[in-house]
Protein backbone atom coordinates (compact mmCIF):
# COMPACT_ATOMS: atom_id res chain seq x y z
CA UNK A 1 0.00 0.00 0.00
CA UNK A 2 1.37 3.88 -0.73
CA UNK A 3 2.57 5.09 1.91
CA UNK A 4 0.59 8.08 2.51
CA UNK A 5 -2.54 6.17 2.38
CA UNK A 6 -1.14 3.66 4.73
CA UNK A 7 -0.48 6.76 7.26
CA UNK A 8 -3.92 8.11 6.65
CA UNK A 9 -6.50 5.13 6.56
CA UNK A 10 -6.85 4.82 10.22
CA UNK A 11 -8.14 8.54 10.24
CA UNK A 12 -10.04 9.22 7.42
CA UNK A 13 -13.55 8.68 6.93
CA UNK A 14 -14.91 8.02 3.27
CA UNK A 15 -18.18 8.76 1.89
CA UNK A 16 -21.50 6.25 1.55
CA UNK A 17 -19.20 3.56 2.78
CA UNK A 18 -19.18 0.54 5.68
CA UNK A 19 -15.54 1.84 7.00
CA UNK A 20 -15.76 -1.85 8.40
CA UNK A 21 -16.29 -3.73 4.93
CA UNK A 22 -15.45 -1.70 2.33
CA UNK A 23 -12.12 -2.32 0.16
CA UNK A 24 -9.57 0.26 -0.19
CA UNK A 25 -9.59 3.19 -1.97
CA UNK A 26 -7.54 3.12 -5.15
CA UNK A 27 -4.42 5.42 -5.11
CA UNK A 28 -4.87 8.51 -7.24
CA UNK A 29 -1.25 9.97 -8.36
CA UNK A 30 -2.37 12.70 -11.17
CA UNK A 31 -4.88 13.57 -13.53
CA UNK A 32 -4.83 14.65 -17.20
CA UNK A 33 -8.00 14.92 -19.98
CA UNK A 34 -10.38 12.27 -18.91
CA UNK A 35 -7.96 9.65 -17.42
CA UNK A 36 -7.52 9.62 -13.97
CA UNK A 37 -3.75 7.90 -13.48
CA UNK A 38 -3.30 5.77 -10.29
CA UNK A 39 -0.14 5.60 -8.15
CA UNK A 40 0.58 2.18 -9.16
CA UNK A 41 0.89 3.19 -13.04
CA UNK A 42 -2.66 1.96 -14.39
CA UNK A 43 -4.83 4.39 -16.17
CA UNK A 44 -8.85 4.90 -16.00
CA UNK A 45 -11.20 6.42 -18.39
CA UNK A 46 -13.18 8.46 -15.92
CA UNK A 47 -16.85 7.88 -16.93
CA UNK A 48 -18.79 9.83 -14.25
CA UNK A 49 -16.49 13.35 -14.42
CA UNK A 50 -15.70 13.16 -10.72
CA UNK A 51 -19.39 13.34 -9.52
CA UNK A 52 -20.22 15.12 -12.71
CA UNK A 53 -18.24 17.87 -12.31
CA UNK A 54 -15.01 17.98 -14.53
CA UNK A 55 -17.17 18.61 -17.76
CA UNK A 56 -13.97 20.05 -19.33
CA UNK A 57 -11.44 17.08 -18.83
CA UNK A 58 -8.68 17.44 -16.10
CA UNK A 59 -5.83 20.23 -15.45
CA UNK A 60 -7.45 21.96 -18.56
CA UNK A 61 -4.35 24.79 -19.11
CA UNK A 62 -7.28 27.85 -19.35
CA UNK A 63 -8.74 26.91 -15.96
CA UNK A 64 -5.50 26.02 -14.64
CA UNK A 65 -3.74 29.39 -15.65
CA UNK A 66 -6.70 31.49 -14.73
CA UNK A 67 -6.63 30.56 -10.88
CA UNK A 68 -2.93 30.17 -10.52
CA UNK A 69 -2.56 33.83 -11.71
CA UNK A 70 -5.79 34.42 -8.82
CA UNK A 71 -3.83 32.89 -6.52
CA UNK A 72 -0.77 34.70 -6.90
CA UNK A 73 -3.47 38.45 -6.41
CA UNK A 74 -5.24 36.80 -3.52
CA UNK A 75 -6.53 32.97 -2.69
CA UNK A 76 -9.22 34.22 -0.07
CA UNK A 77 -10.62 36.67 1.02
CA UNK A 78 -14.00 37.34 3.12
CA UNK A 79 -16.91 38.58 1.32
CA UNK A 80 -18.56 40.21 4.41
CA UNK A 81 -18.28 43.81 3.28
CA UNK A 82 -15.16 43.44 0.71
CA UNK A 83 -15.90 42.63 -2.69
CA UNK A 84 -13.46 41.43 -5.50
CA UNK A 85 -13.38 40.80 -9.29
CA UNK A 86 -13.93 37.71 -9.92
CA UNK A 87 -17.10 37.18 -7.67
CA UNK A 88 -18.19 40.32 -9.46
CA UNK A 89 -17.82 39.89 -12.85
CA UNK A 90 -19.27 35.67 -12.61
CA UNK A 91 -22.20 36.99 -11.12
CA UNK A 92 -22.76 39.45 -13.86
CA UNK A 93 -21.82 36.29 -16.71
CA UNK A 94 -24.17 34.21 -14.88
CA UNK A 95 -27.03 36.51 -14.82
CA UNK A 96 -26.56 37.28 -18.43
CA UNK A 97 -26.41 33.70 -19.55
CA UNK A 98 -29.55 32.26 -17.46
CA UNK A 99 -32.95 32.81 -18.86
CA UNK A 100 -35.27 35.44 -17.88
CA UNK A 101 -34.40 38.18 -14.61
CA UNK A 102 -32.56 35.17 -12.91
CA UNK A 103 -30.09 38.38 -12.01
CA UNK A 104 -29.12 37.91 -8.40
CA UNK A 105 -26.44 35.80 -7.38
CA UNK A 106 -26.01 34.13 -4.14
CA UNK A 107 -22.45 32.13 -3.84
CA UNK A 108 -21.79 29.00 -1.54
CA UNK A 109 -19.16 26.55 -1.24
CA UNK A 110 -21.55 23.09 -2.14
CA UNK A 111 -24.54 22.28 -3.89
CA UNK A 112 -26.18 21.28 -0.95
CA UNK A 113 -25.24 24.12 0.86
CA UNK A 114 -26.82 26.24 -2.44
CA UNK A 115 -30.07 24.29 -1.74
CA UNK A 116 -30.70 25.35 1.79
CA UNK A 117 -30.13 28.44 0.84
CA UNK A 118 -32.86 28.87 -1.78
CA UNK A 119 -34.96 27.13 0.79
CA UNK A 120 -33.93 29.73 3.30
CA UNK A 121 -35.17 32.70 0.71
CA UNK A 122 -38.05 30.97 -0.13
CA UNK A 123 -39.29 30.83 2.87
CA UNK A 124 -37.96 34.08 3.93
CA UNK A 125 -39.31 35.91 0.87
CA UNK A 126 -43.32 35.11 2.08
CA UNK A 127 -41.99 36.10 5.39
CA UNK A 128 -40.82 39.92 4.21
CA UNK A 129 -44.48 39.77 2.24
CA UNK A 130 -46.41 39.52 5.54
CA UNK A 131 -47.17 35.88 4.91
CA UNK A 132 -47.26 33.83 7.76
CA UNK A 133 -46.51 30.06 8.44
CA UNK A 134 -45.15 29.01 4.01
CA UNK A 135 -42.70 27.41 5.33
CA UNK A 136 -43.07 24.04 3.87
CA UNK A 137 -41.87 22.39 0.16
CA UNK A 138 -43.37 19.88 -2.76
CA UNK A 139 -40.29 18.25 -3.56
CA UNK A 140 -40.74 15.17 -6.12
CA UNK A 141 -40.31 11.12 -6.00
CA UNK A 142 -36.94 10.04 -7.32
CA UNK A 143 -35.33 13.32 -6.06
CA UNK A 144 -32.04 14.25 -4.51
CA UNK A 145 -31.31 17.21 -3.20
CA UNK A 146 -28.46 17.03 -1.24
CA UNK A 147 -27.52 15.21 2.61
CA UNK A 148 -27.65 18.42 4.71
CA UNK A 149 -30.04 17.82 7.48
CA UNK A 150 -33.22 20.03 5.48
CA UNK A 151 -32.12 18.85 1.89
CA UNK A 152 -32.36 15.63 3.15
CA UNK A 153 -36.12 16.25 4.03
CA UNK A 154 -36.83 17.27 0.13
CA UNK A 155 -35.23 13.63 -1.16
CA UNK A 156 -37.38 10.85 -2.14
CA UNK A 157 -37.81 9.49 1.33
CA UNK A 158 -37.60 5.64 0.12
CA UNK A 159 -34.37 6.64 -0.46
CA UNK A 160 -32.46 4.68 1.66
CA UNK A 161 -29.73 6.74 2.17
CA UNK A 162 -31.62 8.94 4.32
CA UNK A 163 -33.94 7.04 6.54
CA UNK A 164 -32.54 6.75 9.00
CA UNK A 165 -33.20 10.24 9.62
CA UNK A 166 -36.99 10.45 9.33
CA UNK A 167 -38.33 12.68 11.43
CA UNK A 168 -35.10 14.53 12.80
CA UNK A 169 -36.39 17.34 10.64
CA UNK A 170 -39.99 18.60 9.41
CA UNK A 171 -41.36 16.83 7.06
CA UNK A 172 -42.01 18.13 3.75
CA UNK A 173 -44.60 16.91 0.75
CA UNK A 174 -43.34 14.42 -1.74
CA UNK A 175 -45.11 13.57 -4.05
CA UNK A 176 -45.49 12.13 -8.48
CA UNK A 177 -44.40 14.43 -10.94
CA UNK A 178 -46.91 15.53 -13.10
CA UNK A 179 -46.24 13.35 -15.71
CA UNK A 180 -49.58 12.84 -16.99
CA UNK A 181 -53.18 14.39 -16.39
CA UNK A 182 -53.58 12.12 -13.30
CA UNK A 183 -50.62 12.85 -11.44
CA UNK A 184 -51.18 16.59 -12.46
CA UNK A 185 -54.40 16.56 -10.93
CA UNK A 186 -53.07 15.47 -7.90
CA UNK A 187 -50.63 17.78 -7.67
CA UNK A 188 -53.03 20.24 -8.79
CA UNK A 189 -55.37 18.96 -5.73
CA UNK A 190 -52.33 19.17 -3.03
CA UNK A 191 -51.49 22.90 -3.90
CA UNK A 192 -54.86 23.52 -3.57
CA UNK A 193 -55.22 22.48 -0.19
CA UNK A 194 -51.75 22.83 1.27
CA UNK A 195 -50.92 26.58 -0.64
CA UNK A 196 -51.10 28.12 2.80
CA UNK A 197 -48.36 26.14 3.69
CA UNK A 198 -45.67 25.65 0.56
CA UNK A 199 -42.95 28.23 0.14
CA UNK A 200 -41.98 26.54 -3.36
CA UNK A 201 -41.95 23.86 -5.17
CA UNK A 202 -38.50 22.37 -6.53
CA UNK A 203 -37.11 19.83 -8.84
CA UNK A 204 -34.69 18.50 -10.91
CA UNK A 205 -35.36 19.63 -14.28
CA UNK A 206 -34.77 17.04 -17.01
CA UNK A 207 -33.32 14.48 -15.19
CA UNK A 208 -33.13 13.23 -11.43
CA UNK A 209 -29.90 12.24 -10.79
CA UNK A 210 -28.69 10.37 -7.77
CA UNK A 211 -31.94 9.09 -7.22
CA UNK A 212 -31.65 6.63 -10.27
CA UNK A 213 -31.20 9.11 -13.27
CA UNK A 214 -35.04 9.00 -14.10
CA UNK A 215 -35.92 11.29 -17.35
CA UNK A 216 -38.53 13.42 -17.36
CA UNK A 217 -39.92 15.64 -20.38
CA UNK A 218 -40.01 19.21 -20.80
CA UNK A 219 -43.57 19.12 -20.53
CA UNK A 220 -43.39 18.01 -16.87
CA UNK A 221 -41.55 21.43 -16.28
CA UNK A 222 -44.13 23.61 -18.07
CA UNK A 223 -46.90 22.29 -15.66
CA UNK A 224 -45.25 22.64 -12.90
CA UNK A 225 -44.30 26.55 -14.35
CA UNK A 226 -47.88 26.66 -14.72
CA UNK A 227 -49.03 24.85 -11.12
CA UNK A 228 -46.64 27.34 -8.79
CA UNK A 229 -48.04 30.85 -10.81
CA UNK A 230 -51.67 29.39 -10.51
CA UNK A 231 -51.39 28.68 -6.68
CA UNK A 232 -48.67 31.27 -5.79
CA UNK A 233 -46.09 29.17 -4.56
CA UNK A 234 -42.33 29.26 -5.90
CA UNK A 235 -40.58 27.08 -8.25
CA UNK A 236 -36.66 26.25 -7.77
CA UNK A 237 -35.11 24.65 -10.49
CA UNK A 238 -32.05 22.60 -8.80
CA UNK A 239 -29.92 22.34 -11.64
CA UNK A 240 -26.38 21.04 -9.73
CA UNK A 241 -26.30 18.74 -11.93
CA UNK A 242 -28.41 19.47 -14.97
CA UNK A 243 -26.25 22.72 -15.31
CA UNK A 244 -23.93 23.33 -17.62
CA UNK A 245 -24.41 21.43 -20.60
CA UNK A 246 -25.35 18.25 -19.38
CA UNK A 247 -28.17 17.74 -21.00
CA UNK A 248 -27.38 19.11 -24.31
CA UNK A 249 -28.32 22.92 -23.35
CA UNK A 250 -26.18 25.30 -21.44
CA UNK A 251 -29.24 24.70 -18.48
CA UNK A 252 -31.98 22.55 -18.64
CA UNK A 253 -33.92 25.50 -18.04
CA UNK A 254 -33.02 27.02 -20.95
CA UNK A 255 -33.95 24.19 -23.34
CA UNK A 256 -37.22 23.83 -21.36
CA UNK A 257 -38.39 27.25 -22.03
CA UNK A 258 -39.22 27.63 -17.97
CA UNK A 259 -37.95 30.08 -16.04
CA UNK A 260 -37.62 29.61 -12.56
CA UNK A 261 -38.23 31.68 -9.64
CA UNK A 262 -34.83 30.44 -8.05
CA UNK A 263 -31.89 28.05 -9.75
CA UNK A 264 -29.18 26.71 -7.76
CA UNK A 265 -25.96 25.89 -9.19
CA UNK A 266 -22.29 23.87 -8.43
CA UNK A 267 -20.94 20.97 -9.59
CA UNK A 268 -19.03 21.69 -12.94
CA UNK A 269 -19.88 25.58 -12.06
CA UNK A 270 -15.48 25.50 -12.17
CA UNK A 271 -15.40 22.57 -14.44
CA UNK A 272 -14.64 20.36 -10.92
CA UNK A 273 -11.41 22.17 -10.07
CA UNK A 274 -12.50 23.93 -6.98
CA UNK A 275 -15.94 23.95 -4.81
CA UNK A 276 -18.08 26.97 -5.61
CA UNK A 277 -22.17 27.25 -6.16
CA UNK A 278 -24.75 29.31 -6.10
CA UNK A 279 -28.63 29.98 -5.86
CA UNK A 280 -29.61 33.00 -8.25
CA UNK A 281 -32.99 34.73 -7.93
CA UNK A 282 -35.04 36.26 -10.10
CA UNK A 283 -35.97 40.28 -9.49
CA UNK A 284 -39.11 39.77 -7.75
CA UNK A 285 -36.94 37.66 -5.03
CA UNK A 286 -34.72 39.59 -4.90
CA UNK A 287 -36.73 42.69 -4.09
CA UNK A 288 -38.73 41.32 -1.07
CA UNK A 289 -35.18 41.50 0.61
CA UNK A 290 -34.82 45.35 -0.53
CA UNK A 291 -35.48 47.11 2.42
CA UNK A 292 -34.90 49.78 4.99
CA UNK A 293 -35.53 47.13 7.67
CA UNK A 294 -32.19 45.43 8.42
CA UNK A 295 -34.53 42.36 9.92
CA UNK A 296 -35.46 41.91 6.31
CA UNK A 297 -31.61 40.82 4.43
CA UNK A 298 -30.95 37.49 4.04
CA UNK A 299 -28.68 36.65 6.90
CA UNK A 300 -26.29 33.84 5.51
CA UNK A 301 -22.81 34.13 4.52
CA UNK A 302 -20.67 30.96 3.95
CA UNK A 303 -16.97 31.40 5.39
CA UNK A 304 -15.30 30.83 1.77
CA UNK A 305 -18.46 32.15 -0.21
CA UNK A 306 -17.18 33.90 -3.11
CA UNK A 307 -14.02 32.54 -2.73
CA UNK A 308 -11.64 34.17 -5.20
CA UNK A 309 -9.85 31.42 -6.62
CA UNK A 310 -13.03 29.11 -6.95
CA UNK A 311 -14.66 32.78 -8.59
CA UNK A 312 -11.29 32.34 -11.31
CA UNK A 313 -12.07 29.11 -11.89
CA UNK A 314 -15.77 29.32 -13.10
CA UNK A 315 -14.65 32.67 -14.77
CA UNK A 316 -12.34 30.58 -17.06
CA UNK A 317 -14.82 27.57 -17.23
CA UNK A 318 -17.71 29.86 -18.93
CA UNK A 319 -14.54 30.89 -21.43
CA UNK A 320 -15.00 27.45 -22.13
CA UNK A 321 -18.73 26.76 -22.45
CA UNK A 322 -18.81 30.85 -24.42
CA UNK A 323 -16.28 29.44 -26.72
CA UNK A 324 -19.04 26.91 -27.75
CA UNK A 325 -16.99 23.35 -28.82
CA UNK A 326 -19.14 21.27 -25.76
CA UNK A 327 -22.07 21.10 -27.68
CA UNK A 328 -20.55 19.65 -30.60
CA UNK A 329 -19.02 17.46 -28.09
CA UNK A 330 -21.67 16.39 -25.96
CA UNK A 331 -24.14 15.24 -29.10
CA UNK A 332 -21.13 13.11 -29.97
CA UNK A 333 -20.85 11.72 -26.75
CA UNK A 334 -25.15 11.27 -26.65
CA UNK A 335 -24.45 9.07 -30.00
CA UNK A 336 -21.87 7.02 -28.62
CA UNK A 337 -23.91 5.96 -25.20
CA UNK A 338 -26.48 5.55 -26.94
CA UNK A 339 -25.14 3.03 -29.24
CA UNK A 340 -23.13 1.87 -26.76
CA UNK A 341 -25.40 0.89 -24.15
CA UNK A 342 -28.36 -0.26 -26.17
CA UNK A 343 -26.95 -3.59 -26.42
CA UNK A 344 -27.09 -3.63 -22.55
CA UNK A 345 -31.14 -4.77 -22.81
CA UNK A 346 -29.77 -8.03 -24.03
CA UNK A 347 -28.57 -8.28 -20.31
CA UNK A 348 -29.83 -10.30 -17.37
CA UNK A 349 -32.22 -8.06 -14.85
CA UNK A 350 -31.54 -4.95 -16.84
CA UNK A 351 -34.93 -3.14 -17.53
CA UNK A 352 -33.71 0.18 -19.25
CA UNK A 353 -31.36 2.05 -21.31
CA UNK A 354 -31.30 5.57 -21.81
CA UNK A 355 -29.60 8.25 -22.61
CA UNK A 356 -29.92 12.16 -22.71
CA UNK A 357 -27.24 14.67 -23.96
CA UNK A 358 -23.64 13.31 -22.25
CA UNK A 359 -25.72 10.78 -19.99
CA UNK A 360 -26.09 7.35 -20.57
CA UNK A 361 -27.72 4.85 -17.70
CA UNK A 362 -28.35 1.01 -17.48
CA UNK A 363 -31.09 0.50 -15.03
CA UNK A 364 -31.42 -3.21 -13.20
CA UNK A 365 -34.77 -4.61 -11.78
CA UNK A 366 -32.83 -4.63 -8.02
CA UNK A 367 -29.84 -2.74 -6.48
CA UNK A 368 -26.69 -3.60 -7.94
CA UNK A 369 -23.56 -4.32 -5.83
CA UNK A 370 -21.71 -1.23 -6.43
CA UNK A 371 -18.34 -2.43 -5.04
CA UNK A 372 -18.16 -5.13 -6.98
CA UNK A 373 -18.85 -3.93 -10.21
CA UNK A 374 -16.78 -0.67 -9.58
CA UNK A 375 -13.50 -2.87 -8.75
CA UNK A 376 -14.59 -5.23 -12.49
CA UNK A 377 -14.89 -2.31 -14.58
CA UNK A 378 -11.02 -0.59 -12.73
CA UNK A 379 -9.95 -3.88 -13.86
CA UNK A 380 -10.72 -3.27 -17.49
CA UNK A 381 -9.50 0.64 -17.66
CA UNK A 382 -12.50 2.40 -16.32
CA UNK A 383 -13.72 4.03 -13.71
CA UNK A 384 -17.41 3.97 -13.40
CA UNK A 385 -19.15 3.80 -9.83
CA UNK A 386 -22.44 2.34 -10.22
CA UNK A 387 -25.42 3.71 -7.48
CA UNK A 388 -28.73 2.17 -6.56
CA UNK A 389 -30.43 0.14 -9.65
CA UNK A 390 -28.04 1.97 -12.27
CA UNK A 391 -25.04 1.85 -13.96
CA UNK A 392 -24.29 5.27 -15.73
CA UNK A 393 -21.67 7.48 -17.78
CA UNK A 394 -21.71 11.17 -17.52
CA UNK A 395 -17.82 11.46 -18.87
CA UNK A 396 -16.23 14.77 -19.25
CA UNK A 397 -16.94 16.64 -22.84
CA UNK A 398 -13.78 16.21 -23.64
CA UNK A 399 -13.68 12.23 -23.62
CA UNK A 400 -12.52 10.61 -27.18
CA UNK A 401 -14.30 8.64 -29.21
CA UNK A 402 -11.94 5.77 -28.35
CA UNK A 403 -12.75 6.43 -24.87
CA UNK A 404 -16.05 6.06 -24.86
CA UNK A 405 -15.95 2.75 -26.90
CA UNK A 406 -13.79 1.53 -23.80
CA UNK A 407 -16.35 3.19 -21.55
CA UNK A 408 -19.47 1.37 -22.75
CA UNK A 409 -17.32 -1.99 -24.19
CA UNK A 410 -16.61 -2.51 -20.10
CA UNK A 411 -20.18 -2.07 -19.28
CA UNK A 412 -20.94 -4.73 -22.25
CA UNK A 413 -18.51 -6.87 -21.30
CA UNK A 414 -19.23 -7.16 -17.78
CA UNK A 415 -22.80 -7.63 -18.25
CA UNK A 416 -22.22 -10.04 -21.09
CA UNK A 417 -22.94 -8.44 -23.90
CA UNK A 418 -20.23 -8.84 -26.95
CA UNK A 419 -20.72 -5.83 -29.20
CA UNK A 420 -22.50 -2.78 -29.89
CA UNK A 421 -25.21 -2.47 -32.38
CA UNK A 422 -24.50 -0.90 -35.88
Known amino acids: MTN ?17 T ?69 ASR ?4 LPGDLDHVFFAESGSVSVEIAMKMAIQFWINRGVQGRNRFVS ?18 DEGMHSLFSGVMPSQHV ?32 IQGAGGMLIHEDEVLRRLRVLADR ?6 FDEIFTGFGRTGDLFACQGAGVTPDIITLSKALTGGTLPLSAAVARRRIFEAFWS ?61 VRTLGAIGVVEFEAPVDAGALCQRFAELGCWIRPMGKVVYLTPPFVTTDAELGQLTGAIRKVLGVAEAQG
Open 22 to 90: APAPLAVARTAGARIILEDGRELVDGIASWWTACHGYNHPHIARAVSEQLARAPHVMFGGLAHAPAYEL
Open 292 to 352: DDAGAALMHGPTYMANPLACAAAGASLDLFEAGAWKTDVARIEAALRSGLEPCRQAAGVVD
Open 4 to 20: WLARGAPHVWRPYCQMK
Open 140 to 157: FLGGYHGDTLATMTICDP
Open 94 to 97: LAAL
Open 175 to 206: TALPRDSASEEALDALLGEKRHEIAALIVEPR
Open 231 to 236: HDVLLI
